[in-house]
């Protein structure tokens, strides 16, 4: 990634992506959202700049909503949702055929876990590579409070039956 671009997503500064994307219209090009941008302003912008950046996934398999999910910033699961068609990117594959809503549920961030089920309330269904599911992962991983938080959205949305 370009140094410039690098300082900028590091410190959020908005002002010197367009400065940036204004001198080469390229740059954007060779960045991705999922090198772990910080700031909901900058992500924000870079999504308006080049929206397929949303659907990338790095080296390791995550897009950026993965990342976001796994880090618990709520901020930036809720713009990337916003700005992308939410059910489709809460859908998005990667390492281990893991969705966000898996890593929000293995890494406990219940708010995450809330906005990711309330885009695709289907997720639930969505089991792993090792055919394990959200609840499966909860359990596995001590993460009582996904656990119930789970539950509480299953009964919510009449999808007891998944249980079975």
């Not at 410039?4 to 002002?15: C, I, K, M, N, R």
């Not at 966000?100 to 995450?112: A, Q």
């Not at 499966?136 to 007891?160: D, G, I, T, W, Y």
Request: aromatic residues 6%; proline residues 2%.
């Amino acid at each position: 990634m370009d140094p410039w671009l690098f300082e900028a997503s590091h410190t959020g500064d908005v002002d010197q992506l367009c400065s940036l994307v204004r001198e080469n219209d390229l740059i954007l090009d060779v960045a991705s959202l999922v090198n772990g941008y910080d700031h909901v302003n900058f992500v924000t912008e870079i999504l308006k700049l080049k929206m397929e950046l949303a659907d990338e996934l790095n080296q390791d398999g995550f897009s950026p909503l993965h990342i976001a999910a796994a880090r618990g910033d709520v901020d930036i699961v809720r713009q990337l949702l916003k700005m992308k068609v939410g059910h489709r990117l809460c859908l998005v594959r990667g390492r281990e055929e893991r969705i966000p809503l898996h890593y929000s549920v293995i890494k406990g961030r219940s708010e995450v876990l809330k906005e990711l089920f309330s885009a695709c309330p289907d997720s639930i269904k969505e089991v792993t590579a090792r055919r394990e599911s959200a609840l499966h992962l909860a359990v596995k991983n001590s993460r009582f409070e996904a656990f119930k938080l789970l539950m509480q959205q299953l009964k919510r949305s009449n999808k007891e039956h998944i249980l079975n």
